[in-house]
């Protein structure tokens, strides 16, 4: 099992910056893939951005040259940086891990919020 525990997000204007934080209960380079989903109002959640445990990364594409994620394995800590917000970019975000032949976990959630 994993516990994942987020911060990092808040209330922050357009064109403004945050970083999101996932801390693990196990190593995340034990974790077969990490990642952020993000889930707005009346919204399907989505992926934003993952990293395996090797380090490949993978973006949605209206994240692209503005997110960045890494990982910090010896901190068993995933971060999201995100620059240059938009309003659309508001919603609940949702750290996920992978481990092989399991179903993902989730943490509890951090709101990002996008004024324009």
């Known amino acids: 099992q994993v516990q994942l525990v987020e911060s990092g997000g808040g209330l922050v204007q357009a064109g403004g910056s945050l970083r999101l934080s996932c801390t693990a209960s196990?190593?995340?380079?034990?974790?077969?893939?990490s990642g952020w989903y993000r889930q707005a109002p009346g919204k399907q959640r989505e992926l934003v951005a993952s990293?395996?445990?090797?380090?490949?990364?993978n973006y949605a594409d209206s994240v692209k040259g503005r997110f960045a994620i890494s990982k910090d394995n010896a901190k068993n800590t995933v971060y999201l940086q995100m620059n240059s917000l938009k309003p659309e970019d508001t919603a609940v975000y949702y750290c996920?891990?992978?481990?092989?032949?399991?179903?993902?976990?989730w943490g509890q959630g951090t709101q990002v919020t996008v004024s324009s």
């Open positions: 990293i395996t445990s090797g380090g490949t990364t």
């Open positions: 196990r190593s995340t380079g034990t974790i077969f893939v």
């Open positions: 996920s891990a992978q481990l092989l032949f399991s179903d993902p976990y």
